[in-house]
C-alpha cells in the first residue's frame, strides 16, 4: 500500500518539469516522445528531471533553482521543532522535492571541499529532524478517531497519512469487535 504510493510520487517526481539554465550549448535532441529544441550557453529551458540530470551530469545545464537556503532551514527547522506536538507547520511548496535537488547540488559541489561537507551534513541533520517530528506529528492525526485536515501535508506525506489512517483504523475496528463479542 505505503510503497506504491511512493513509487507513484517518485515516478511523478523525476518526470516533473524543472528549470535549468544551459552551461554550454545544448543541440536539439530526440528521443521517445521527448523533443528538446538547441539552447545556447545562458540560456534556459525547462524539461523532466530524469533528463536534467543526464544534461548537469554531461556538464551542459546547472539548475535555475537553488534549492533551499541555509536560511530557509534554520527557518523551517525552527517551526519543526518548536511547533505545539500536534500541529503541522506549513512547508515550502515541492519540499521534499527541493531537499533532494539541494543534496544533489551540494554533494556534487562539496566533494573536495569540507566546508561545503561540513555544511551538507548540517543540512541532512536539521533534515533528519525535521523529517522525525513530521512523521511523530502524522501518527498522531492519523491515529485520531476524528478526520483531521491534511491541509499542511506535503504529496509524499498525505500517502503516508492515507495509508496509515486505514491501517489505524482497521486495526481500531478489529479490537473493538474483539470487546463486543
Given at each position: ?13 523525476v518526470n ?85 535537488l539541494t ?79
Amino acid at each position: 500500500m505505503l510503497t506504491s504510493s511512493i513509487d507513484a510520487i517518485s515516478f511523478e517526481f523525476v518526470n516533473k518539469p524543472v528549470r535549468l539554465v544551459a552551461t554550454r550549448k545544448i543541440s536539439r535532441i530526440e528521443t521517445a516522445g521527448l523533443i528538446v529544441e538547441e539552447v545556447e550557453a545562458g540560456g534556459d529551458l525547462s524539461i523532466n528531471l530524469w533528463l536534467a540530470w543526464e544534461l548537469m551530469e554531461a556538464g551542459l545545464a546547472r539548475l535555475a533553482d537553488d534549492g533551499i537556503s541555509g536560511e530557509e532551514w534554520t527557518q523551517i527547522h525552527y517551526r519543526e521543532r518548536f511547533q505545539p506536538i500536534g500541529q503541522l507547520s506549513p512547508l515550502p511548496d515541492s519540499f521534499y522535492s527541493r531537499v533532494h535537488l539541494t543534496f544533489n547540488r551540494e554533494k556534487k559541489r562539496g566533494s573536495n571541499n569540507s566546508s561545503r561537507l561540513s555544511q551538507l551534513n548540517r543540512m541532512q541533520g536539521m533534515f533528519r529532524d525535521i523529517v522525525e517530528s513530521r512523521i511523530v506529528k502524522i501518527v498522531r492525526l492519523a491515529s485520531a478517531e476524528a478526520v483531521s485536515s491534511s491541509r499542511s501535508l506535503q504529496p509524499e506525506e498525505a500517502a503516508l497519512y492515507r495509508d496509515l489512517q486505514a491501517l489505524i483504523s482497521s486495526w481500531r475496528k478489529a479490537l473493538r469487535r474483539l470487546g463486543e463479542g
